[in-house]
C-alpha cells in the first residue's frame, strides 16, 4: 500500500507554504503524529491502523481547534482523511486477508 501521508517536513513545507506559523495549536503536536506514524507503517496491518488512528486524532484536533480556518483549509481536511482512510483500509485488508 502506497503512503500518501505527509512526512513531518512535508508538513511543515505545507504550512510554510500556506503561511501557518510553528505551533498555531500550541496543544497538538502534529509533526510528532507523522513521526510516529512513518515509524511505525509496516507489514503489520494492525499497527498501520493503530499509527493512521493515532496520527487522525491529532490531525482532527488540530483542525478543530486552528484558529484561521482560511489556510489551506480544504487540503487540511484531505491530509485528515486521509489518515482515517489509511487506518480503516488497514484494517479493511488485514480482515479481508484473515489476520484478524
Not at 501521508?5 to 503524529?33: C, L
Not at 496491518?45 to 488540530?62: G, H, M, R, V
Not at 481536511?77 to 489518515?83: E, S
Amino acid at each position: 500500500m502506497v503512503v500518501s501521508i505527509p512526512t513531518h517536513d512535508q508538513w511543515k513545507r505545507f504550512k510554510k507554504t500556506h503561511g501557518v506559523e510553528s505551533n498555531a495549536v500550541s496543544s497538538v503536536n502534529v509533526g510528532k503524529a507523522l513521526d510516529t506514524f512513518h515509524k511505525a507503517y509496516g507489514r503489520n496491518f494492525q499497527k498501520n491502523a493503530d499509527a493512521a488512528s493515532a496520527c487522525y486524532k491529532e490531525l482532527a484536533t488540530y483542525l478543530a481547534k486552528f484558529p484561521d480556518k482560511s489556510h489551506g483549509q480544504d487540503t487540511l481536511d484531505k491530509v485528515v482523511k486521509l489518515c482515517h482512510v489509511t487506518a480503516k483500509s488497514s484494517m479493511d485488508t488485514a480482515k479481508k486477508q484473515g489476520l484478524f
